[in-house]
């Protein structure tokens, strides 16, 4: 396919009417039965009420330590998630005041530290952005724990802005951490580190979906109207139920035509119930011709969560059979930040217990679609996939900044999972430019123990850094932050990946304009590929190994953000 027509977008639909991510929760990994969503409340001369999470996961709670100035109600509840209203009076005292709340749950205790600052004091100013107590916390956090903390430190902040700009401006003006983020075609600077904020009265939930992926192409060389085409489906979702299948093209949206200035709008609001409108295509002459048919699909999106495993099946080819899995994120369950919340990794185990059982002796992991997720995760899978010799050795060495050296982590192959390992010493992962991160994570780790790492498809992101998770409340938000805190390097003490793993044969999927088949099938184009290098039948000049393919730009996206490249995140300990 001509680089003009390449691939812009690819999507995850989570589209919800209720933007519902992971950073919704007041949780760790830390297993402690008593959470509270902050520890420190600052506020101004002129007052404020602001909300305090409390999770008790055993016993009832009660909070103390109100004041004449400082409020709270309700001061008890039950067990659970309960919200508590804060209300700290205007000062007009020339120094801070302040007080500590006791927060009780059984023989659990939190405190949360009250600050008011004078009347003197910078922030009482009523023209002051209400995101600058968030950025004085941003700028703090940054200084202690990003990668590149010195050059934080050294920057004078200014705090006058939204929290996105500050965030954005302040990683941006850095000169050293090129690590963290890329430029795309237009030579625009990205960044891996995201931030984001929610309503702290907003439920936790599971995240809805319409269950399937979909990539964009521009139709003609104007680059106006663009033309989606379904990339996956989700098992069980509504698109499913409705009889939409990989490879379905669809030129509207919600009865709308899709173009570069609306397609963001479209799919932002792409919500509740929206109709999605096939086609037909014809490239000749350049272009693309759009052929409707009289076929519209109305989905409603539901509850179910975005399941990243998409299918797994074993196949025979050449008398070996082969397990073959597609893994589209590094997910734990409904809720990575929940530590109960275990249904993906659970069904994980369940699929490698059964290619263990079934005997397999080639694997094909398909991550083409997969831009990352937990650090915990892709120890997992590497541990369920490497040789049972390994266990022990060092899938991952995570190393942070000069001044946090004893937060550095060794994460080891888990001989926990002996009895479900399929004890591999070679597979092939199929690849693109939206397989990033923890996925890269992967395939660094089991390199550097010397399993032999056949990569199909196309070149991977580059992103040989990871996040830590960070949460605190201003006003009526919580502020969730992912900054770049550590570096990845395998047993090998490799990390020089930042350019991306090249394929060892390259195939673009978005090449193929004709039949799409489904993720498993043996006619698929790039797990064709696999399997005829499986089974001996590829010949070196069917499947060349080029530097680069001409491969479509891909990224994920949900509703509440876009990323280009995933994130790995470990939960915050600290």
């Known amino acids: 396919m001509n680089k003009l027509f390449r691939t812009i977008l690819s999507i995850i639909l989570l589209l919800n009417s209720v933007a519902c991510d992971k950073n919704d929760v007041f949780s760790d990994e830390s297993g402690d039965p008593l959470l509270l969503s ?7 001369s002129a007052g404020r009420s602001v909300n305090l999470g409390i999770t008790s996961q055993t016993a009832d709670w009660t909070i103390t330590g109100a004041t004449d100035w400082c409020s709270v109600s309700p001061t008890a509840g039950p067990a659970g998630t309960s919200i508590v209203e804060i209300t700290i009076s205007s000062s007009i005292l020339s120094e801070r005041r302040s007080t500590t709340l006791t927060v009780t749950a059984g023989d659990n205790v939190k405190t949360v530290n009250i600050t008011q600052k004078s009347i003197d004091e910078p922030g009482d100013d009523p023209e002051e952005n209400p995101d600058a107590d968030a950025n004085r916390w941003i700028y703090s956090t940054l200084g202690e724990w990003y990668l590149w903390n010195d050059e934080i430190l050294a920057k004078t902040p200014f705090y006058n802005q939204g929290y996105e700009s500050f965030f954005n401006n302040l990683l941006i003006s850095l000169a050293g951490n090129s690590l963290d983020g890329r430029y795309n075609e237009e030579g625009d600077r990205y960044l891996f580190s995201k931030i ?9 939930q599971i995240e809805t979906t319409y269950g399937f992926g979909v990539g964009f192409i521009w139709t003609s060389y104007a680059q106006t109207q663009m033309v989606g085409r379904i990339t996956y489906v989700q098992k069980g979702s509504p698109a499913d139920r409705a009889g939409l299948k990989r490879g379905t093209w669809i030129h509207k949206i919600a009865g709308q035509d899709i173009t570069e200035d609306n397609y963001l709008q479209l799919l932002s609001t792409a919500t509740g119930t929206t109709s999605f409108s096939t086609c037909r295509i014809a490239y000749t002459n350049g272009t693309i011709q759009i052929i409707p048919l009289d076929k519209d699909y109305t989905l409603t999106a539901e509850a179910i969560g975005n399941n990243p ?5 074993v196949l025979m080819r050449g008398g070996k059979k082969v397990g073959y899995l597609a893994y589209n994120s590094f997910s734990r369950g ?12 659970t069904e994980l185990r369940n699929v490698f217990s059964t290619f263990r059982n079934e005997g397999v002796e080639e694997f094909v992991l398909d991550l083409r679609y997969n831009p990352g997720g937990l650090v915990v995760m892709s120890q997992l899978l590497g541990s369920l996939i490497c040789p049972q010799s390994a266990f022990g050795e060092t899938f991952a060495l995570l190393t942070y900044n000069d001044d946090k050296q004893d937060a550095n982590r060794t994460l080891p192959f888990l001989e926990s999972e002996a009895a479900i390992n399929i004890d591999m010493d070679h597979i092939y992962i199929i690849t693109s430019t939206q397989t990033a991160s923890a996925s890269e994570l992967l395939i660094n780790g089991l390199r550097g123990i010397g399993v032999q790492v056949t990569l199909v498809g196309g070149q991977t992101v580059g992103k040989n850094v990871g996040s830590d998770h960070y949460t605190s409340t201003f006003g009526d938000y919580v502020y969730a932050m992912d900054p770049i805190t ?27 304009y004709g039949t799409w088949y489904g993720l498993g099938d043996q006619n698929e184009i790039m797990l064709q590929t696999v399997l005829e290098l499986i089974d001996g039948t590829a010949l070196p000049l069917q499947v060349p190994n080029r530097t680069t393919p001409t491969a479509p730009l891909l990224a994920p996206f949900s509703s509440s953000d876009l990323l280009l490249g995933g994130n790995i995140i470990l939960p915050n300990e600290k």
């Open 486 to 512: 550590f570096l990845c390097s395998n047993a090998a003490g490799s990390s020089s990946y930042s350019a991306g793993f090249y394929p060892n044969y390259t195939v673009n999927e978005w090449e193929e």
């Open 309 to 313: 495993i998409v299918q797994d099946t």
């Open 334 to 345: 409904y809720n990575d930040y929940d530590a109960s919340s275990v249904e993906y990794e």
């Open 196 to 204: 984001s904020r929610t309503a702290l009265t907003r439920a936790s």
């Open 38 to 44: 902050r520890s420190e409340i600052i506020v101004s």
